[in-house]
C-alpha cells in the first residue's frame, strides 16, 4: 500500500498514492454489484419508518419531475401553436393578390370571370368612392388556395382588361411574413406535387389521373370534394414519382383545353401537411389536462429511468425489464394469494353445507320417529307398548299389575282407546279386556 503524505503539523491528510497494489481476494460489500460471479450481499432490511421516508421522498421526486415536464411541455406546446398560427396567417396572405389600374366600368362580375380559372375565389374587395360612385381603380382578391394566387400572379400580369393594362401583385404587408413564406415554399420543394385548376366540374379524379399519368408515375391525384358527394371545386393536386415527371406535366398540361376549359398548371407552392383553408377563422387548440398530467408523468418515468441507467453505466431497458419483472413477481404472488383465499372460502362453504345437511337429516331422523305409529320390538323381538305409552283397561280385568280405573275405556299401546269392552258388551268385558291385555306380554 501506499504511504499518507504527512504535514508540517504532524497531521496526515490524504495525498498521492503511487504503486497501489491489490493483494488477496476481493470482498463484496453491502450494495455491491455482482462481480466476477460472487453474489452481492443482500442489503440489511429497512425499518417501517425508514422504508415510509423512502416512498415519500419517491413521491416528492416524482411530483417535481412532472411539475418540470408539464412546464416544458406547455412551453413547447405553445411554440407550436404560435409557429402554426404564423403559418396560418401567412398562408391566408399568400392566398391574396392585388389588381392594380383597373378600367373604372370594371365591376366585380367582370373580375371574377377574369380571375375565376385559376381556382375559387373566396371573395373580391374593391374600394368605392362615395361621391362618384365609382371604385378607386383597385381590387384584392383572395382565393382558396395560395397555387391559385400564384398562378394568376404570373399569368394576369400586365393583361389588357377593358382598355388598360392591369397590374397584379402582393399585398403591401407581405413583406411581414415574408420569412415565413419563404420556410413554406422551400417545404414544398420537397414534394414532387403539380396544382390543377379550371378542371371542368363533369371531369372525375380517374379522368385527370388518365391523362397526367403519360409523364411519369403518379403517387396521389385527389380533387377538391365540395359538399355534394360526387363533385368537386374545379381544382386539385397530382403527386409524382420525380421531378422531371412534374417539370413535364407543368410544361405540356398549362393551358391545355380540356373539357372546353383551359387548365391552370403549376408548381405547389405549399407541402400536404398544410391545410389551404384560405382565411377561415384560427383556433388554438389546447391540450386536455388529464391528458396533459399523463404524458408528463410518463415522461419523467422514462427521464428517471435514464438518469439512473447513466448512473450505474446499465441500459434503461435492462432497468425497466427488471422493473417489470419485479412487478410481475409481486402479481403473481397477489394472484396465488387470492386463489389460495378463494379456495379457503370455497372449502368453509362446502363443510358449512355438509355441517347443514347433516342436521337436516338428523332433524328429520327425529320428526319421522316421533310420528312413527308402530310398536317398538322389545329386547325379545316381540312387539310392546313404549315406556312413554300407558296401556289402560277395564277394572273388570282379573289383572292384579293393572292399575283399576273407574272408566269402562280401554287405552291401547298405540294410544287408541277401545270402547269394545264397554259396559253394552255385559259379562264378555271382562274377558275381552283381560284377552287384549294378554296381547302386550
Given at each position: 500500500?501506499?504511504?499518507?503524505?504527512?504535514?508540517?503539523?504532524?497531521?496526515?491528510?490524504?495525498?498521492?498514492?503511487p504503486?497501489?497494489?491489490?493483494?488477496?481476494?476481493?470482498?463484496?460489500?453491502?450494495?455491491?454489484?455482482?462481480e466476477?460471479?460472487?453474489?452481492?450481499?443482500?442489503?440489511?432490511?429497512?425499518?417501517t419508518?425508514?422504508?415510509l421516508?423512502?416512498?415519500?421522498?419517491?413521491k416528492?421526486?416524482?411530483?417535481?419531475?412532472?411539475?418540470?415536464?408539464?412546464?416544458?411541455?406547455?412551453?413547447?406546446?405553445?411554440?407550436?401553436?404560435a409557429?402554426?398560427?404564423?403559418?396560418?396567417?401567412?398562408?391566408?396572405?399568400?392566398?391574396?393578390?392585388?389588381?392594380?389600374?383597373?378600367n373604372?366600368?370594371?365591376?366585380?362580375?367582370?373580375?371574377?370571370?377574369?380571375?375565376?380559372?385559376?381556382?375559387p375565389?373566396?371573395?373580391?374587395?374593391?374600394?368605392?368612392?362615395?361621391?362618384?360612385?365609382?371604385?378607386?381603380?383597385?381590387?384584392?382578391i383572395?382565393?382558396?388556395?395560395?397555387?391559385?394566387?400564384?398562378?394568376?400572379?404570373?399569368?394576369?400580369n400586365?393583361?389588357?382588361?377593358?382598355?388598360?393594362?392591369?397590374?397584379?401583385?402582393r399585398?403591401s404587408?407581405?413583406?411581414?411574413?415574408?420569412?415565413?413564406i419563404?420556410?413554406?415554399?422551400?417545404?414544398?420543394?420537397?414534394?414532387?406535387?403539380?396544382?390543377?385548376?379550371g378542371?371542368?366540374?363533369?371531369?372525375?379524379?380517374?379522368?385527370?389521373?388518365?391523362?397526367?399519368?403519360?409523364?411519369?408515375?403518379?403517387?396521389?391525384?385527389?380533387?377538391?370534394?365540395?359538399?355534394?358527394?360526387?363533385?368537386?371545386?374545379?381544382?386539385?393536386?397530382?403527386?409524382?414519382?420525380n421531378?422531371?415527371?412534374?417539370?413535364?406535366?407543368?410544361?405540356?398540361?398549362?393551358?391545355?383545353?380540356?373539357?372546353?376549359?383551359?387548365?391552370?398548371?403549376?408548381?405547389?407552392?405549399?407541402?400536404?401537411?398544410?391545410?389551404?383553408?384560405?382565411?377561415?377563422?384560427l383556433?388554438n387548440s389546447?391540450?386536455?389536462?388529464?391528458?396533459?398530467?399523463?404524458?408528463?408523468a410518463?415522461?419523467a418515468?422514462?427521464?428517471?429511468?435514464?438518469?439512473?441507467?447513466?448512473?450505474?453505466?446499465?441500459?434503461?431497458?435492462?432497468?425497466?425489464?427488471?422493473?417489470?419483472?419485479?412487478?410481475?413477481?409481486?402479481?403473481?404472488?397477489?394472484?396465488?394469494?387470492?386463489?389460495?383465499?378463494?379456495?379457503?372460502?370455497?372449502?368453509?362453504?362446502?363443510?358449512d353445507?355438509?355441517?347443514?345437511?347433516?342436521?337436516?337429516?338428523?332433524?328429520?331422523?327425529?320428526?319421522?320417529?316421533?310420528?312413527d305409529?308402530?310398536p317398538?320390538?322389545?329386547?325379545?323381538?316381540q312387539?310392546?307398548?313404549?315406556?312413554?305409552?300407558?296401556?289402560?283397561l277395564?277394572?273388570?280385568?282379573?289383572?292384579p299389575d293393572?292399575?283399576?280405573?273407574?272408566?269402562?275405556?280401554?287405552?291401547?299401546?298405540d294410544?287408541?282407546?277401545?270402547?269394545?269392552?264397554?259396559?253394552?258388551?255385559?259379562?264378555?268385558?271382562?274377558?275381552?279386556?283381560?284377552?287384549?291385555?294378554d296381547?302386550?306380554?
Amino acid at each position: 500500500m501506499g504511504e499518507m503524505a504527512m504535514d508540517g503539523g504532524g497531521g496526515g491528510y490524504p495525498g498521492p498514492l503511487p504503486a497501489l497494489l491489490e493483494s488477496g481476494g476481493l470482498v463484496v460489500g453491502p450494495g455491491g454489484r455482482k462481480e466476477g460471479g460472487r453474489a452481492a450481499i443482500a442489503l440489511p432490511k429497512l425499518s417501517t419508518s425508514e422504508s415510509l421516508a423512502i416512498q415519500r421522498a419517491k413521491k416528492y421526486a416524482m411530483e417535481q419531475s412532472i411539475k418540470i415536464v408539464l412546464m416544458k411541455q406547455t412551453l413547447a406546446h405553445q411554440q407550436a401553436q404560435a409557429k402554426s398560427l404564423q403559418r396560418q396567417q401567412a398562408i391566408v396572405l399568400m392566398c391574396r393578390i392585388y389588381v392594380g389600374s383597373i378600367n373604372f366600368e370594371v365591376r366585380e362580375d367582370t373580375l371574377k370571370t377574369t380571375f375565376g380559372p385559376f381556382g375559387p375565389i373566396k371573395s373580391i374587395s374593391m374600394s368605392w368612392d362615395p361621391l362618384t360612385q365609382k371604385h378607386k381603380g383597385f381590387a384584392f382578391i383572395d382565393y382558396e388556395t395560395p397555387e391559385a394566387a400564384q398562378l394568376a400572379l404570373e399569368q394576369m400580369n400586365g393583361t389588357f382588361i377593358s382598355g388598360r393594362n392591369i397590374k397584379v401583385g402582393r399585398p403591401s404587408n407581405m413583406p411581414q411574413a415574408q420569412t415565413i413564406i419563404e420556410e413554406i415554399q422551400r417545404d414544398a420543394l420537397n414534394y414532387n406535387r403539380v396544382y390543377v385548376g379550371g378542371i371542368h366540374k363533369d371531369l372525375s379524379t380517374d379522368d385527370i389521373k388518365s391523362v397526367f399519368e403519360a409523364f411519369g408515375q403518379i403517387k396521389t391525384c385527389e380533387l377538391a370534394p365540395t359538399l355534394v358527394e360526387g363533385r368537386h371545386k374545379g381544382y386539385g393536386f397530382i403527386e409524382y414519382e420525380n421531378l422531371q415527371s412534374c417539370q413535364d406535366a407543368i410544361s405540356s398540361m398549362n393551358q391545355f383545353d380540356l373539357g372546353g376549359q383551359y387548365l391552370r398548371v403549376g408548381r405547389s407552392i405549399t407541402p400536404p401537411d398544410i391545410k389551404n383553408t384560405g382565411g377561415q377563422s384560427l383556433t388554438n387548440s389546447t391540450i386536455p389536462t388529464a391528458s396533459a398530467v399523463a404524458a408528463a408523468a410518463v415522461t419523467a418515468k422514462i427521464q428517471a429511468l435514464d438518469a439512473v441507467a447513466t448512473n450505474l453505466g446499465l441500459d434503461s431497458q435492462d432497468i425497466q425489464d427488471s422493473q417489470e419483472k419485479e412487478e410481475n413477481i409481486q402479481l403473481e404472488k397477489r394472484r396465488k394469494e387470492k386463489e389460495e383465499k378463494q379456495e379457503k372460502r370455497e372449502k368453509e362453504r362446502e363443510r358449512d353445507r355438509e355441517r347443514d345437511e347433516r342436521s337436516r337429516e338428523m332433524s328429520q331422523q327425529r320428526h319421522s320417529r316421533s310420528r312413527d305409529p308402530s310398536p317398538r320390538r322389545s329386547e325379545g323381538g316381540q312387539a310392546g307398548p313404549s315406556s312413554s305409552t300407558a296401556l289402560w283397561l277395564s277394572p273388570r280385568s282379573n289383572r292384579p299389575d293393572l292399575p283399576s280405573s273407574p272408566s269402562p275405556w280401554t287405552r291401547c299401546g298405540d294410544g287408541r282407546q277401545d270402547s269394545s269392552y264397554a259396559g253394552g258388551h255385559g259379562a264378555g268385558t271382562a274377558a275381552g279386556a283381560a284377552e287384549k291385555a294378554d296381547v302386550w306380554q
